[in-house]
């Protein structure tokens, strides 16, 4: 159990699932390019990569004490009533699992723990009908948000395919987290048509009433992510993940430094909690958030601000 003086709401982790959406369109530019490139050398080209990204990965564990994720195969059941012990050791008021198999799978899971557990839709928003999907799945289902993975789909994010989609989540009053800049850690994407923040720019402002939420404290893109919410009243920023980009940075910056920026620009109204927690064994990832309370302690915040960042401003987007 966690002692600090207030609730905690994780506001974005990840069920740990086997297999997840992609976000992925078809046909898009891999496989416009795939003509011009040979089966044996995309193959080959991809266990370079890939051996690059788990030598990278096998480095971040080791420097944070993370043991490998678990490879024992669990049924979702199994696997959510392990992640309902993890909130009972942390003394989590809730946990937001943004991703998890699929809209009705992740539905299904987080109905087992309702008073423990929310779950956001997951899906593609420029497909036929992704509007329709994010109604039911808020209606029906009862999932509470709605998480897109930018940089992992094909189309541009402001593209008018996907208006009717943000339509729905106005309509909706559901909170919309997206992430942009690198995605997949070191080894990962780092070009991108939405990599940054700003191509949201002139949706946020043509759908002022939604509350977007950018993970990972601008994950790469800390400059465009401050310019898009000095524009947009509407645009959060989240505090999840190991923030690994950082290192990679030219300039000298840390967590403490960037959670000074956003207090001095955009206040503690706008900061979100989250973990980016999913396996086991490491569970929540505890480390991070008390990272972050002493850093934000040791930046003064007061009782009020460090209520508002780890619980309150999840409360409002998500109207509990």
Known sequence: MIEHGF????????????????????????????????????????????????????EWRLAHGFHAPETEEMSDE????????????YGIDKVVFVT??????????????PDKFIGFAHHN????GA???????????GLRGYKIIAPALDTPIDHPSAYPTWEAAADLEI?????????????????????????????????ASVQFVIPHLGC??????????????????????????????????????????????VGHERIIFGSDSSWFPRGFS????????RDLRELNASNDQMEAIFNGNARKLLKL
């Open 7 to 58: 609730e905690i709401i994780d506001f974005h982790s990840h069920f740990p699932v086997p297999t997840d959406f992609s976000g992925r369109q078809s046909p898009g530019p891999e496989n416009e390019k795939s003509e011009h490139l040979t089966k044996a050398r995309s193959e080959e080209s991809k266990k370079i990569l890939s051996d690059y990204a788990q030598k990278l990965r096998a």
């Open 78 to 89: 199994e696997l959510a009533e392990k992640w309902s012990k993890e909130v009972d050791r």
């Open 100 to 113: 998890g198999g699929g809209n009705e799978r992740l539905a299904n899971i987080v109905s087992r723990y």
């Open 125 to 128: 928003p420029h497909e036929k």
């Open 131 to 141: 509007d329709n999907l994010l109604r039911k799945s808020v209606n029906e289902m």
């Open 175 to 207: 909170p919309v987290l997206i992430h942009f800049g690198v995605l997949g850690g070191g080894g990962g994407v780092s070009q991108h048509v939405n990599m940054s923040p700003l191509s949201l720019h002139d949706v946020a402002r043509d759908f």
């Open 220 to 265: 790469g893109y800390v400059r465009e992510l401050l310019h898009l919410m000095w524009s947009c009243p509407n645009v959060h920023v989240d505090t999840s993940g190991s923030n690994q980009w950082i290192r990679w940075m030219p300039e000298e910056i840390t967590v403490k430094s960037l959670l000074r920026k956003y207090l001095e620009t």
């Open 286 to 293: 505890v480390r991070y958030f008390e990272d972050q309370v």
